[in-house]
């Protein structure tokens, strides 16, 4: 009895203090005709219009998927929302969540082997959803309490190739990106790879999506004439942004840059 107690307690401990953080993201949807990206975002600790702030959007894993408006905060959600970094880095971050039958990337994903094979098609256009997170985060930047300066963007695993492929779409809108464990169109990096500094993480045993997809669009980003960041786990699998997240510098890297005004 004392034991079924004390787990009882320990499970609402656990839930309270996962309501506590993922409260702090208010639920919206963005509709265009038959068409809806739920998303949630956060704002900054006595945010005020007359303020200007960074913004992050965050692109999430194909498990995430869905219409439930709370999975793609499994990963990474807390990471902005502890009081401590929200008291550090005041911004306002973005989740959208992609609907479960779609993708972020423009690609084909063949999964009869492993690694999964991956066919990149950003000439066909962007799929709906991110179409719709683009006109998103075109409307939030336009709020005269964002900052143009300080767009940053990431995202892991489905969310990292669509972090490679927005980019290529907004070369000139974000100050760095951080894609996980993702992949891209290794001749697309031209149009932004001088405009905006990068952080690519990627687990080296990853028997999900090949670390070289990643090693690819690194070496594109090299023959273009910059020089990344680039960190391989030797230890890790598919789940590189735990340690990605666990970097003293993570958050710092990312904000230390600013896009220069052209």
């Known amino acids: 009895m004392k034991n079924n107690l ?21 639920e919206k949807m963005l509709i265009q005709g038959n068409d809806t990206l739920r998303y949630r975002i956060m704002y900054p600790k006595n945010f005020q219009e007359t303020e200007k702030y960074p913004v992050i959007l965050f692109l999430h894993g194909a ?30 971050v973005i989740f959208p969540q992609c609907p479960k039958e779609s993708y972020w990337s423009n690609v084909d994903v063949d999964r009869s082997t ?17 179409k719709m997170v683009m006109d ?18 990431m995202g892991l695993s489905m969310g990292g190739m669509g972090t490679f492929e927005l980019l290529s779409r907004k070369p000139d809108t974000f100050a760095a990106a951080i894609p996980i464990c993702g992949g891209g169109d290794p001749n697309s990096v031209s149009v932004y790879a001088k405009n905006t500094p990068l952080w690519v993480f990627h687990g080296a045993q990853d028997n999900v999506v090949n670390p070289l997809q990643s090693m690819e669009m690194v070496s594109a980003l090299l023959k273009a004439g910059v ?21 003293p510098d993570f958050l710092p890297w990312l904000f230390s840059h600013k896009k220069q005004n052209q």
């Open 136 to 153: 998103l985060l075109d409307s939030t930047i336009q709020q005269p309490y964002s900052d143009d300066n300080q767009i940053y963007l």
């Open 63 to 92: 498990g995430e998927r869905g219409n439930d408006n709370q999975s793609q905060l499994v990963h990474g959600g807390k990471l902005f929302a502890t009081d401590y970094l929200q008291e550090r880095y005041p911004a306002i």
């Open 227 to 247: 020089y990344p960041k680039f960190t391989v786990y030797d230890f890790a699998n598919h789940n590189s942004w735990d340690p990605a997240f666990a970097e």
């Open 114 to 130: 492993y690694p999964i094979h991956l066919k990149f098609k950003y000439d066909q256009g962007p799929t709906t959803p991110l």
């Open 6 to 26: 004390l787990f009882s307690l320990v499970v609402l401990v656990y839930a309270f203090g996962n309501a506590q953080w993922q409260s702090k993201y208010e």
